[in-house]
C-alpha cells in the first residue's frame, strides 16, 4: 500500500470521512452562515485544516459526502497557473 492510499483510507475511513483529514480545499463547500463568521488569517498556512477546526469550535457540523460530484480542473499551463496564484493574491488584499 502506497502513503496516498494510506492517507485516502484513513481520510475516508475514520469517521466515515467527517475528519480534518476529509477537508480539503479544492472539494470544499462552505455554508453561508459559516462563511459569514469565519475569517481566515493571512499567517494561515494549513487553511483547510483552519476552516475545519473553526468549523467545529463555531459549532457547526462538517460532513463528508461520498457521493457529490465535484468538477475541478487543476492548472494546466504556466500561464493558468499564474493566473490561479494572482486570484489568491487579490483575495488576500481584499480581506
Same mark, same amino acid.
Given at each position: 500500500m502506497t502513503g496516498h492510499e494510506m492517507? =485516502?483510507?484513513l481520510r475516508l475511513d475514520y469517521k =466515515?470521512?467527517?475528519n480534518i483529514l476529509g477537508c480539503i480545499g479544492q472539494i470544499l463547500a462552505l455554508s453561508?452562515? *459559516?462563511a459569514k =463568521? #469565519?475569517? #481566515?488569517?493571512?499567517t494561515i498556512m494549513c487553511n483547510d485544516s483552519f476552516l475545519y477546526l473553526s468549523c467545529k469550535s463555531l459549532g457547526f457540523g *462538517? #460532513?463528508?459526502v461520498p457521493k457529490a460530484t465535484v468538477?475541478?480542473?487543476a492548472p494546466k499551463t504556466a500561464s493558468d497557473h499564474f493566473k490561479q496564484i494572482e486570484r489568491f493574491i487579490?483575495?488576500?488584499k481584499n480581506d
Open positions: 492517507y =485516502q483510507r =466515515q470521512g467527517n453561508n452562515s *459559516f =463568521q #469565519v475569517k #481566515v488569517p493571512s *462538517f #460532513v463528508h468538477l475541478y480542473r487579490v483575495a488576500k
